[in-house]
């Protein structure tokens, strides 16, 4: 059966296959990559939320601060899409006093976030109807969005900005060169979590069509902590978690109870894993770092869109 493209519409064909059910689909036309079936999704609890992730949310924050800041001046107004635990936008709000909101859609993050002082919000209805601003944000949010829900993504983004007005995303990059080296053992395919790429081309197309110039479109290495390894580690995470079309959809009806399990299983191989990474990186990742050197197409895509009159 074809599948058609998202972004474009062409026909797309089968880049890998990951396991029996799942594949992997690009698009020749214009780069976008996504999975097949594209329904799966998994959600986490509370309880998924440890020390380490908070740690881990701090050096990202630092990072984007230091990669982007010359991108916002002070006092100006920032919202964004997706800031869990909100360290970016505080980083923004203590930094440049700019007037900032965190749109998360987890509790916990919500919840955080406003412990460490910054507005959130589940729902952009509780935004007063005109309140626009000058910069949205979205680090690593798209690619969990639902692919026949990304036009409704972009398109709320271009809503709530200024005339002029920039949109900053960050997300893997489809044209990244380890993903198509490593093919299923690339990291950053993330299973369930990432559910479609986007490229150069790919993302001038939807992004044109909701009034969103882009200005700026480039790849770059991520910082470690966010680095996708080559891995021994994803391919135990497809031993052990051997995921089945019936075990995670997104439905209405999965129970606290599966979800707060499901979260509670990741969070006790989270350790497992995390000394399996400091293994790992003694062995592969001055190989990656030379890959990354000689690679005109990194890991990380960046965009840097502006709102049409």
Partial sequence: MRVKCNICDSDMEELFRYNREISFLRCNRCDFIKRNPDSLMIDYGSDYVDADFKKKSIRLADDYYKRLSHYF?????????GGSLG??????????????????????GRNYSRKIGIKAIANLDELPEDKKFDIIVSMHVIEHVSTDALDDFVESMSEKLTHGGLLIVRTPNSNALKLHLFKKYYAWLAFPEHISFLGEKSANQLFGRHKLKILEIFSEKPHLVHYPSFSLIGSLRKLIFKF???????ASDDTETKEGFKS?????????????????????????????YFSNEKDELVIIAKKDA
Avoid: G, M
Avoid at 73 to 81: D, G, P, Q, T, Y
Avoid at 244 to 250: K, M, Q, W
């Fill in 264 to 292: 509670r299983i990741i969070h006790y191989f989270k350790d497992f894993f995390r000394l399996l990474v400091s293994i790992e990186s003694k062995l592969y990742l001055p190989f990656l770092f030379i890959v990354d």
């Fill in 244 to 250: 089945t079309v019936s075990e995670i959809t997104n």
């Fill in 87 to 108: 360290y970016f936008v505080k980083k923004l709000q203590d930094n440049l006093h700019c007037d900032v909101v965190n749109y998360e859609l987890s509790d916990f």
């Fill in 73 to 81: 001046r002070a006092n100006c107004s920032v919202l964004e899409f």
